[in-house]
Structures are given as C-alpha cells and as structure tokens.
C-alpha cells in the first residue's frame, strides 16, 4: 500500500464534502478551505444567476443532488438570493447554506450589513470577488446588459441609476491580493463617481459555516456509519 492511498483512504474516512458556490466567493473559499483532504468536488458558478430566481434554484438543485453518493456533505456557498429559501429540505445531500439575503449579508453578518445601509442607503459594497467584476459586474447585476442587444450602451443607464449612490465600500475580507483588490474598488468608484471607503471584515462568518459543513460530512462519514 503506497503513502498515497493511505492518504486518500485516510481523508475518506473523514467524511467527503463538496463546495457548489457562486464565483463570487471563491476568494475567500479557496483561501479558507487551501489544503482541505476532505474536499472532493469544487464548483463555482455564474455570478449572477439569481437574476433569473428560477434557473437558479433548478441550477442549485440539479448540482447538489448530482454529488449524491459521491460526497457525504455539500457547502452551497449561496445566501438565499431571491429564490434559495428552504431549498436545502429538497436536496438529496445534507447540505450547509449561508444566512442573510445575499453574499453581502453572509460575509458581513446581517447585522451589520442594515447597519451599513442605515448609515448610508446609496451604498455599493465590494468584495474581492465584485471588485474583480468592476464596472461590468454592476451592469450585469443591474440587468443593464441586455440593453446592448438593443442598441443603448449600458454605462449610460448606469450612470444614471448611480446618481443615488454616495459611497463604494470595499469588504476586505484579507484574503489573495488585498491590495490588488482594493485598488479594483477604488478605481470603480472613482468610475461611477462615489466616496471610497474601507471596511476590514474577515472571513469568520463564512468559516462558521464551513466547519458546520465539516463536521457535517464527518458525521456522515464512513468512520460515523462504522461505529
């Protein structure tokens, strides 16, 4: 027997477990879960996809339910994005889901996030994996990008929305290139004209829920059926 199936044999006792996510928050996921033997399946979907709240939760659905037999827990790395509510109770794998209405809420805490709102309600939050989208995220979360089908030019429309928006806050979640990040930020506030802002964040609401999803996987584990 070599030192690598050990290994494998090793992490499979431990319980399998699965990441479906919007690529949102790959940043942070990839940095949390660097050297996880129990991840054995990773899949980041398109951001934005709860723009259409129904091929979202059918995507979601299909995704999870096919890991079934292959993994013993899956993190669905999704808050509940208009549509995701309740939807772990359909899912054919024991599944651990973010709280809060979108990826903001889930990475600040809800809390916090209405504070934020209440400070300021034309705010624009940034996370590493938005700053990356910079302009063309926005116009695509605003639905404005199936105006060039149409012949108008997005940015426009988009100007236009943002005239009441006063700030941009960048979530610095620590993870990758922080500087790299917040320089994205910066530059797509100074794009759309708004006050920049840094608010340091952390990941500890998402490693929450990502030790919920292991100890999950463990406990349906081939170790915790044996005993």
Not at 25 to 36: N, R
Not at 186 to 214: I, S, V
Request: net charge negative; aromatic share 8%; hydrophobic share 40%.
């Amino acid at each position: 027997m070599t030192d690598d199936t050990m290994t494998e044999n090793d992490s499979a006792k431990k319980g399998r477990l699965a990441i479906i996510a919007c690529e949102i928050l790959k940043p942070e996921l990839e940095k949390l879960t660097e050297g996880w033997d129990e991840v054995v399946h990773r899949e980041y979907l398109e951001f934005a996809l709860h723009i259409n709240a129904d091929d979202l939760r059918v995507k979601v659905q299909d995704k999870v339910n096919a890991l079934h037999g292959q993994v013993d827990a899956v993190f669905l790395g999704y808050a509940v994005c208009q549509s995701l509510s309740g939807i772990t109770g359909l899912l054919k794998v024991p599944t651990v889901m973010l709280e809060g209405d979108d990826c903001i809420a889930a990475i600040l805490g809800p809390v916090e996030y209405e504070h934020q709102k209440r400070l300021c309600g034309g705010t624009w939050f940034n996370t590493p994996g938005w700053a990356l989208r910079g302009v063309e995220g926005a116009i695509k979360e605003l639905h404005l990008d199936m105006l060039i089908d149409q012949g108008y030019e997005p940015k426009y429309f988009l100007d236009m929305l943002f005239e009441n928006y006063e700030r941009c806050i960048y979530v610095d979640t620590d993870v990758g290139d922080a500087e790299h990040y917040e320089a994205l930020s910066r530059q797509f506030a100074e794009d759309l004209g708004l006050r920049h802002e840094n608010r340091p964040c952390g990941t500890a609401n998402l490693e929450r829920f990502l030790a919920r999803t292991l100890q999950l996987a463990r406990s349906n584990g081939p170790a915790a059926k044996l005993q």
